[in-house]
């Protein structure tokens, strides 16, 4: 279980309260799922599929942001970039190695999900 992503999206209940968001609830749900079952170096076959309906739902969910609210670019290029970049460094041969996990997961709410979640929030504004 990594804790530091799912206390990350916390901030998805400020958005659910006030807003009524079926996609912040579906976001919710989804990473507390993926999130639960994910550890530092699991290789599990259904962490494998839960990370990747996570990052498909997250995807679409971007993407029907972007088409109804063209405001919400810049916060969903910034996750998506700092994603892309995050998964790189921590797959990297050079660099994965000396980076920890917890760092990683710190980088991925303060990069990845805030920006999102503060799209996601201005799309409802």
Known sequence: MKIIPIIGLLY???IISYHKSKIAISILIN??????YDTKNNTDT???ILKYYDIICNAFFTIYILYN??????YAFLGSCNYMLIKYIENDQNY????CSEYIDFLHVLCVQLPLFFGLELAYN
Not at 31 to 36: A, K, Q, R, T, V
Not at 69 to 74: A, D, E, K, V
């Open 12 to 14: 998805l209940i400020k």
């Open 31 to 36: 990473g507390i799922i993926f999130h639960s």
């Open 46 to 48: 259904l962490t494998k």
């Open 69 to 74: 609210n063209h405001n919400t670019f810049l």
């Open 96 to 99: 994965g190695k000396y980076v």
